[in-house]
């Protein structure tokens, strides 16, 4: 008996299981493969030899919080209490994961939609509650009367995610007044925002739900240190949230992980006094332009991509499979990994198109763009 029989090995470890196997480039897991922040590993190495190793408070190492606080206030102007409304968590994945035990009962059902980060679904499973998958448009624009119309006063949560993994999209002004309004009909619908992409945007900032002051009540913001300081083996994240909710939610933190890493928490401590957060969505846009520069003479249409380091290319001009076969394909002829698309939805919805992670160095980017042109 099996408490979660439908969820198998995720399409992440199955394209980089393969990519291993045949020598591929490896553009499907979204992680960077160039060094971190020279900034950053000495702040560590000096760390590792003082007295940092034993356990922080279970919200997290005070220093760190109010940093978090202050970048929040310097990028979106929200003022937060350090000590009561963020919690330091292991990564985004156990942000998501605790809000949801946390806050989501038996029969209560959560909104995702689709395509989506892989992520939400099993802790929703896991509270005996049923995930409702709303697909976007076919231009990955949410479409709010069907999520209006899949909303009932069993819906506990919506879950969003901005900017967007895998679509690079981000949300308008007039998706969170869509947003909005439903919460004005149903007063019990709390939103999980997942926002680990924030500080990778390019021409146009994301509007985090920080400045949406009619969901600072009933919203959870998740952000991710892995993400935004090129750590994601440090699985350090931490999650924004208002005191009654922040209190149910550290209930089932203090007995998931108690507290996280001190090491990585105090080097992060330091290193948010240093670092330039603008930096990241310039290196990345340099990224993108670069890749989709090298992609031109290929077959592939490339998809537009306001935030996140994932490029969407559709292949219809190339060939009539499937996407999971393509992605094989494109892995045992033509040496790269990408992740099909249709393994975001729940339905496996296939628009031929696949996702390319830009997060690599020139060197990786060139080397795959020059097999991908070849196709
Ligand atoms: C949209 C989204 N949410 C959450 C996560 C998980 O982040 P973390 O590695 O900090 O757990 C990822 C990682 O790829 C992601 O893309």
């Not at 994945?93 to 009962?105: C, D, G, M, P």
């Not at 909104?111 to 998958?133: F, G, K, M, Q, W």
């Not at 790269?336 to 992670?357: M, Q, T, W």
Request: hydrophobic share 40%.
């Amino acid at each position: 008996m099996s408490k979660l029989p439908n969820i198998g090995t995720s399409i992440f470890t199955v394209m980089s299981k393969m990519a291993t196997e045949h020598g591929a480039i490896n553009l499907s897991q979204g992680f960077p493969n160039f060094p971190v922040d020279s900034l950053l590993t000495d702040i560590v190495t000096q760390l590792a030899k003082e007295n940092v190793h034993q356990y922080l408070p279970m919200a997290g190492y005070p220093p760190l919080l109010s940093n978090i606080a202050l970048l929040v206030k310097k990028s979106y102007r929200r003022i937060i209490l350090p000590e009561i409304e963020i919690l330091i968590t292991a990564g985004a994945t156990q942000a998501i994961f605790t809000t949801i035990q946390a806050l989501v009962e038996t029969d209560d059902e959560v909104i995702i939609l689709d395509p989506s980060y892989d992520c939400y679904e099993a802790p929703v499973l896991l509270c005996n509650a049923t995930p409702v998958r709303v697909s976007l448009n076919d231009d990955y624009t949410p479409n709010w009367d069907t999520i209006a119309k899949a909303c009932s006063a069993n819906t506990k949560m919506i879950i969003i995610n901005n900017p967007h993994n895998p679509t690079g999209k981000i949300l308008t002004q007039s998706d969170f007044e869509a947003l909005e309004s439903i919460l004005k009909k149903y007063p019990k619908i709390i939103v999980l925002s997942d926002e680990v992409y924030e500080y990778i945007t390019f021409e146009e900032k994301h509007i985090s739900a920080h400045t949406r002051i009619n969901l600072l009540n009933r919203c959870v913001m998740v952000s991710s240190f892995g993400k935004s300081f090129h750590v994601t083996g440090w699985k350090v994240g931490y999650l924004v949230a208002p005191e009654h909710l922040m209190n149910e939610i550290k209930k089932v933190h203090q007995f998931l992980v108690f507290s996280v890493n001190s090491l990585c928490q105090v080097a992060i401590s330091e290193y948010l006094d240093v670092v330039s957060i603008e930096g990241i969505g310039i290196l990345y846009q340099e990224k993108r332009d670069h890749f989709r520069e090298l992609l031109k003479t290929s077959r592939f249409e490339l998809l537009p991509c306001e935030g996140t380091y994932f490029q969407v290319a559709s292949y219809a001009a190339i060939s009539n499979e499937n996407d999971v076969d393509f992605c094989k394909r494109l892995i045992t002829e033509y040496g790269v990994a990408a992740i099909p698309i249709s393994s975001f939805y729940e339905n496996g919805k296939d628009l031929h198109l696949i996702r390319f992670c830009f997060a690599k160095d020139n060197a990786t980017l060139e080397e795959a763009a020059k097999r991908l042109c070849k196709i």
